[in-house]
């Protein structure tokens, strides 16, 4: 499927040429290039701030280019809202969709279509069933169901059906994997894969490498606004797409300078429970963790055990040599624990509140006078933590789901940061969030072992955890099936440990 970008011979269905877009003194687009070409997925990538985002709201109406020209099937077209560019055969499905929470999953699917299938609720459903089902989705969402009941993968299955229903020429997916379980991707590279052969021209958005190299033709990368490159998939490499996005070698990324190890924060004795069994395990002042294992094998599940999330049935947790009863969040905060978990927007910020108060939520009382919170005090501890961690807002009165998902995990660390723990879980870390934001997370990481904060980090990317940890546990079947200096771990070995047959049974 793939054809060579500087000689194609599919017909191009959108042709971006020159685009600028200026908001004021900024520049948020300089002379961007993009072709997508029919049956080819062609990924757009670059770190936060490159101008994704900017480029798919030019392509969707949102916005009109200051320059630049956007051709269509060979003719320019300009849209002056988003009804044009689906005119025009272009939808683009947003990464937070908007649902209509008093009306049902067929109602929410069609507004804007419902023309197609007229008002005959009857028909309605049973049109939707057959979408539904066409496209594999019939086993995870329900035609009848009311849209305030849906999970955060199913709202973003009914944006997918929004577009494929209305038979674009066009479809950009901004992120789409987000929210979706493993069941939900795969029915989602399914159904893009048909629409390939329907020579639907798609546009993909991902900061995940995996997904891009199985998915695309294609990749095309902007940096600071401008267009960097364009690549076939098969002729290039992660390093060389990390070096196009932010200018550098992807092993810059995980400089890990050692600290000096001091005495046992952590050590688990026997930790058991619902989900994780018989665990052992330490961690020392200045010490990274790095905690591996395949889906469901009882990663994150340790972290909310020690964090308080979970009770502790048998065993114990002690700190600093002292064993501590860590039955709910308040016991971990007093015993000098801090954890970010891996849904940051669901479990950890928020996103309608400011960083201030997001940064200051757990300090409360060490910037308050009495009952009655010291703003100044607080806005204060909120710019220290916003200067310290290179938090890229406005300022601290800026919404937090506003900011871009690397910003958003680091005023989860300025919230935890502000209590000085002895300890910090860290899940998943740099889920969702682009490359240079990972680098400035594995910088914060390693700074903090150099104060003597023990650091456990959870993580499903085997280089990340090979490259920020001292040392390595591995899970299976909720046990620790292996531990891993950092000198003897290989990908191979946390592998040969997390599919351990033994202890999976």
């Not at 990274?288 to 990663?299: E, F, H, M, P, S």
């Not at 996103?351 to 009655?372: E, G, P, Y």
């Not at 904060?453 to 955890?465: C, I, R």
Request: contains cysteine.
């Amino acid at each position: 499927m793939s054809q060579d970008p500087q000689h194609p011979t599919d017909p191009i269905a959108l042709r971006a040429t020159g685009i600028t877009k200026n908001f004021g003194p900024v520049r948020a687009l300089k002379g961007v290039e993009l072709e997508l070409r029919a049956g080819e997925v062609t990924a757009l990538m670059g770190e936060n701030g490159a101008g994704k985002s900017t480029l798919l709201k030019i392509l969707n109406g949102d916005y009109r280019p200051d320059d630049g020209e956007l051709i269509i099937d060979g003719r320019p077209v300009v849209f002056t809202d988003p009804a044009d560019a689906r005119a025009a055969g272009l939808r683009v499905i947003a990464q937070e969709p908007e649902i209509i929470a008093a009306v049902s999953v067929a109602e929410n699917i069609f507004v804007g279509n419902l023309g197609t299938v007229g008002f005959n609720r009857r028909a309605l459903l049973r049109r939707t069933r057959e979408e539904l089902k066409r496209w594999g989705f019939d086993r995870v969402i329900r035609a009848e169901a009311l849209g305030s009941s849906l999970s955060p993968a199913q709202r973003q299955i009914v944006e997918i059906m929004r577009a494929v229903v209305s038979r674009p020429r066009i479809i950009c997916f901004d992120e789409p994997t987000s929210s979706l379980g493993d069941d939900e991707v795969g029915l989602l590279f399914a159904l893009i894969r048909q629409l390939q052969t329907e020579g639907i021209a798609i546009a993909y958005v991902s900061h995940r490498m995996a997904e891009i190299f199985r998915l695309a033709d294609r990749i095309t990368v902007l940096r600071d606004g401008a267009f960097v490159g364009t690549k076939r998939v098969d002729e290039t490499s992660h390093e060389e797409l990390v070096r196009m996005m932010v200018g550098r070698d992807l092993s810059q990324f995980f400089h890990r300078d050692p600290a000096p190890l001091g005495d046992t924060v952590l050590e688990l004795r026997g930790v058991g429970n619902q989900f994780v069994d018989g665990i052992d395990l330490t961690v020392r002042a200045g010490e990274v963790v790095g905690i591996a294992g395949l889906v469901g094998a009882g990663r994150s599940e340790l972290m909310k055990t020690i964090a308080g999330d979970y009770t502790v049935t048998s065993g114990e947790i002690v700190i600093s040599g002292q064993a501590r009863r860590i039955r709910q969040p308040a016991d971990s905060i007093r015993a000098g624990i801090g954890f970010a978990p891996e849904e940051r927007k669901a479990e950890a910020l928020l996103l309608q509140r400011s960083v201030r108060d997001n940064a200051a939520l757990v300090v409360l009382k060490s910037v308050s006078r009495w009952i009655f919170v010291d703003n100044r005090a607080e806005r204060a501890l909120a710019q220290e933590y916003v200067t310290r961690l290179r938090i890229r807002t406005p300022s601290t009165e800026q919404l937090v789901g506003n900011l871009s998902g690397g910003n958003q995990q680091k005023v989860v660390l300025a919230r935890w940061l502000a209590t000085k723990p002895k300890l910090l879980l860290l899940d998943e870390p740099t889920r969702g969030i682009d490359v240079g934001a990972k680098s400035e997370i594995y910088a914060i990481i390693d700074e903090l072992a150099h104060q003597g904060v023990a650091v456990v980090v959870v993580s499903s990317e085997l280089p990340e955890v090979l490259g920020v940890s001292d040392r390595i546990y591995v899970m299976a079947g909720g046990r620790i099936a292996g531990e891993l200096p950092r000198a003897d771990a290989t990908e191979e070995r946390i592998l040969a440990l997390a599919m351990d047959d033994e202890v999976l049974a």
